[in-house]
DNA sequence: GATGAATGAGACTTCATTCAT
DNA sequence: CATGAATGAAGTCTCATTCAT
């Protein structure tokens, strides 16, 4: 067994645990014995790699942000037309709840925490932030002028509101998935924004 | 102070003063001691309104739900023109996060929760549904038809995306109050579906 | 509604609904609040008719007793033939367990009590005290004479193993009732004690 | 002081400091907090070692239960010929309040609890099964013969009423230990038993 | 590094008792 | 007399954290 990198090994052992309790039992329902447990260490140990247990939970929401955005990277990245990006964008956002059923766990255990640990917020913040960010990397290529939006701040509310859309959608969907039909919704989105892009030069011109 | 026929006001008291320790400390992290300092009572009488602390948090969160409600039916409600309804339940449910901020940290609280707790799960789920039939309902009368919706299917995921929307960018909002305008926002909207609207009847015909 | 009368009648209701959620729940799982709600009274009127809830209790327990010699008193008492009252009595004691299990039940439940609290445990030995002096008396009168025990020493010892053996069998069977023939162990112990008498003068003659 | 392989040590010190617990206050009277005190431990750890206090509680009465088998297999079974075991076996119950108090406070505080605690019935009902089997095993071999007791529900009959008087005299011993000389009834039940047996055979000839 | 026994603060909850009505 | 709301001490149990091994 190496000893070196076992240090990592052992936090991304623990950090998993950590997110299998929270989806399984809760964030606030989970002791540092039920994660050992499920991590096959002693208690003593995760002492050893996280400084506390508040400090565990921050590094899984961290890792849960990571894989998230890497997973963005390896989909909608890779793609170059700008207009073409967005919609997969889309189609990606709207397919989280479903195929990545662990993040929603995840994100939405953390976000009555976020209003009362500053740490919690700044996270899940810069999640957004970034997200929003790179939206608007992508759409102030070429597109926005391609769709007639000339303002940087109309592409940071689009993108927000993108995000926006997702999340809420995602929330209804997690809470009670049999009611709406996410694949039909996001070619419906896909058509409003179609239309609001389409439209919106006309509306200059 | 009268004893008798307290009960509706004691329990009141309680709920109202386990929001605001909701508000100020997290769901997570108040016990009955503080809501009983909070409501100015003691521990044992809490216990006396209520079975225990989770059906004072069930109660917590259905009158937070309840209270919403209220609102809207007093905003919304008397306006007799659907589209008018339609714009003015946008304008309302985006002014939600700034106007009363209470309503998003109780909810925000209660989303981690509802991944394990069927009964906070059945309430949010009963909110989120309750809230689509009203916008399919006055959508229904005769808006669809003046904005080319025949399809019952599209109203209901019009009110999802509505939600949806209003919950995704209230949420981005509560964690970072300055990143968005959200009047901005709810008039782009707004205009966003105006363009829909107008455009969809045209092409069908 | 009289009031005069109604003090004790009030206190029998309540002693009788404290001893019916004494058999159904046991002595140490029962609240003040369970007794009113038994007596259909409420919980502050019991602290006028008792001092405290202590106080209660040892009347419950001196109540059972004072039922249980009533009964004798109707039942063996009347019969004037020593020997005859004996063996009835016998029949007596070892027919209380299935006849009046809540005898068994109440005096079960004092029984731990009794070596922590001098009140209890002096109503217990003042009871089986006067047992034992009823059956010395009846069994002095002639019976022992009969008998041939002339020793009154010899009359308690057997007094006391009268007592003993039902109160022993008693709980035995109060604990698994279908393990013993109460009726058949009766006549045993009746016919065990009829060779003691019999043989005894015997003995000395 | 070693932390491992304390597990038996630990348990037994629990038990131990419960047992002392219960005959100095009773066992209604005992919290977790009392018995940590006595065992000079943490109210913790006893929640290590056991699931709850029912659970403790169930395990003393076993403790005390075994440790009486322990002494009868030590200080009866030794012995050869049956009727000289059974004397002893009567000598040595009819000792146990004097010798042994500790065992009457346990048995006593629990007979309340066995009517409501199908557990603390079942391991008390277990208890006097096998005092009864093992002397109606010793009996049976040739004893019963000798004695002229040939049917088998007679000799569970006998034992039944052996353990029946020794556990009522012991009672009545408990709670008023100066009214009787034990061992004179002790002598004095093995008479009658001896006028018993010796006589039965008689009747049969 | 690794274990898990041990601690003790603090959470939830019950309940005997009081007292305003 | 009678009610039952109210109190607050005390009980059971959990759990983050430490530390001897």
């Given at each position: 067994m190496p000893k070196l990198g076992m240090e990592e090994i052992r936090k991304e052992q623990v950090i998993k645990a950590t997110e299998n309790c929270i989806i399984e039992k809760g964030l606030s329902n989970i002791s540092i014995k039920d994660i050992a447990a499920e991590a096959k260490l002693s208690t003593g140990i995760i002492y050893h790699y996280f400084k506390n247990k508040d400090d565990l939970l921050l590094q899984v929401l961290k890792e849960a942000f990571r894989k998230s955005h890497e997973q963005v990277m390896q989909t909608?990245?890779?793609?170059?037309?700008s207009v073409v990006k967005l919609k997969k964008h889309i189609e990606y956002i709207h397919a989280v709840p479903k195929d990545n059923p662990e993040f929603y766990a995840v994100l939405m255990s953390y976000l009555g925490e976020a209003q009362h640990n500053p740490k919690v917020k700044k996270i899940i913040a810069l999640f957004f932030k970034n997200l929003r960010s790179y939206i608007v990397h992508y759409l102030s290529k070429n597109t926005s002028q391609a769709v007639g939006i000339q303002d940087r701040s109309r592409v940071e509310l689009l993108a927000a509101m993108m995000i926006g859309l997702g999340l809420g959608i995602g929330i209804q969907w997690t809470i009670?998935?049999?009611?709406?039909n996410l694949e039909q919704l996001t070619v419906d989105f896909q058509d409003v924004l179609g239309g609001y892009f389409s439209r919106s030069p006309t509306a200059d011109g």
């Open positions: 909608v990245e890779p793609i170059g037309d009670e998935p049999d009611f709406l």
